[in-house]
């Protein structure tokens, strides 16, 4: 699957349909790899969201980034997989995770041993698809949602790669160094196109402080030298700046750059804006400080 190396991470939310289905085609239209969409409690269901993005776009790959493995069992997830990858051969990637703690125990699961939960759940995952009565063809890749050393070398044992989320540069040459050759990479990278600092920075810390009530992040910053200074008030300048690249075009181009010198495969861009035009804005801003080469229609 050829996913390009810029890709396009947006959290679609509850935006109509109609806006969804028109941010997929600017996108695509943009150059841009591949388009990722997250999964959330209150989001449409995850492969629902694949179906109609993929319906919606005529060649970029979408990808899931991530399908909480809490909500669905593997049978289903493999099912689901499998059948959008056989609808739309060679555009289907399909991105599975643990989620976090706070997500899933309002649904009643014990997040207990996530790492055991996720190998077991792979497991039963490739049980699946060996038994389903239809196979997507080419395969749908698989990769984890992944961000210490034992989710990193569970993802480099067991499937294609990497979506790490929400992560500094500093963490893609970790990461890299854990999967090795061989294994996609393929980090998530916030970004803001505002030049003047308060304003970036005030975008970039609403962001940021969200994630900030998650254990998992929280822990995988402290790996990377973060400490409680760092967490407090929404966060730092020192770690806003480290998660959210802003500024002009170029700046914003250099952060992703530096994914890719550190070791990244592909660089999955969010543009931070509730709004899906504005959004698309911004990424159509971004696309040629990017090099992008932009799609024809029926491309």
């Known amino acids: 699957m050829d996913i390009g190396r810029v890709g396009v991470w947006q959290l679609f939310g509850r935006a109509p349909l109609p806006a969804v289905r028109q941010a997929a085609t600017v996108i695509e ?42 909500v669905r069992d593997a049978t289903t997830m493999a099912a689901g997989a499998e059948a959008l990858g056989e609808a739309y051969p060679g555009r289907f990637l399909l991105g599975v995770g643990v989620s976090h703690k706070p997500q899933v125990s309002v649904r009643g699961h014990d997040y207990a041993n996530p790492l055991a939960a996720t190998a077991g759940y792979l497991s039963a995952m490739e049980t699946a698809r060996e038994n389903l009565e239809f196979h997507a063809d080419p395969p749908v890749p698989t990769v984890l949602a ?3 050393p034992r989710m990193l070398e569970l993802a480099r044992e067991r499937t294609a790669g990497a979506h790490p989320y929400f992560v ?29 600092p308060a304003t970036a920075r005030a975008t970039a810390r609403a962001h940021v402080s969200f994630y900030l009530g998650l254990p998992n992040y929280v822990n995988n910053l402290r790996g990377l030298g973060f400490g409680d200074d760092d967490f407090a008030g929404g966060g730092s300048d020192r770690l806003v700046d480290a998660i959210v ?21 592909h660089v999955a ?5 509730a709004d ?24």
């Not at 179906?51 to 399908?67: D, F, K, M, Q």
């Open 168 to 196: 500094p540069v500093e963490h893609t040459a970790l990461a890299r160094a854990a999967l090795g050759s061989g294994r996609l990479l393929a980090p998530e990278q916030a970004v803001v196109l505002e030049t003047d």
């Open 29 to 70: 239209r943009l150059g841009y790899g591949a388009l990722w969409f997250g999964e959330s409690l209150g989001s449409r269901e995850v492969f629902t969201s694949a179906a109609i993005l993929l319906a919606a776009t005529e060649s970029v790959p979408v990808a899931t980034g991530i399908a909480n493995l809490w």
């Open 269 to 273: 861009v969010q543009a931070l804006s």
């Open 146 to 148: 992944a961000l210490r």
């Open 276 to 299: 899906l035009a504005q959004a698309s804005g911004q990424l159509a801003e971004l696309a040629p400080a990017l090099g992008l080469t932009p799609r024809p229609a029926g491309g």
């Open 245 to 265: 690249a802003w500024g002009d075009a170029e700046t914003v181009a250099a952060r992703v750059r530096a994914h890719l010198d550190a070791g990244a495969d």
